[in-house]
């Protein structure tokens, strides 16, 4: 079993930055795939990025690419998520998720374990 526990949410004016952070419990993160995916009011959940277990390859969506960054330490079991240029179509919950073995992914149903989520709020 692996627990996810978010942090770094808040409410943010457009063009401004927050970092995501993910603490995970269980001594095989660095076996996990990690990924972040949002949802905002009213909409599905969609990806946002990933990281292989190894931090060699990360994969973004395209409406993030250039302003979000993920990244991982695998020695404080913690996935990270630095997101600047932040805008309001950025507003929703952000999810950290856990995929153990397989490759990185960008369908929510191929990831075994979720978080909670934090509220990221961005203010025109």
């Known amino acids: 079993q692996v627990q996810l526990v978010e942090s770094g949410g808040g409410k943010v004016q457009a063009g401004g930055s927050l970092r995501l952070s993910c603490a995970a419990s269980g001594r095989t993160f660095s076996s996990y795939v990690m990924g972040w995916f949002r949802q905002a009011p009213g909409k599905e959940r969609e990806f946002v990025a990933a990281?292989?277990?190894?931090?060699?390859?990360?994969y973004y969506t395209d409406s993030v690419k250039g302003r979000f960054t993920i990244s991982r330490d695998n020695a404080k079991n913690t996935v990270y998520l630095q997101m600047n240029s932040l805008k309001p179509e950025d507003t929703a919950v952000y999810y950290c998720?856990?995929?153990?073995?397989?490759?990185?992914?960008?369908?929510?149903?191929?990831?075994?374990?979720w978080g909670q989520g934090t509220q990221v709020t961005v203010s025109s």
């Open positions: 998720a856990a995929r153990l073995g397989g490759s990185t992914s960008y369908y929510t149903h191929e990831y075994d374990y």
């Open positions: 990281i292989h277990w190894c931090g060699g390859r990360r």
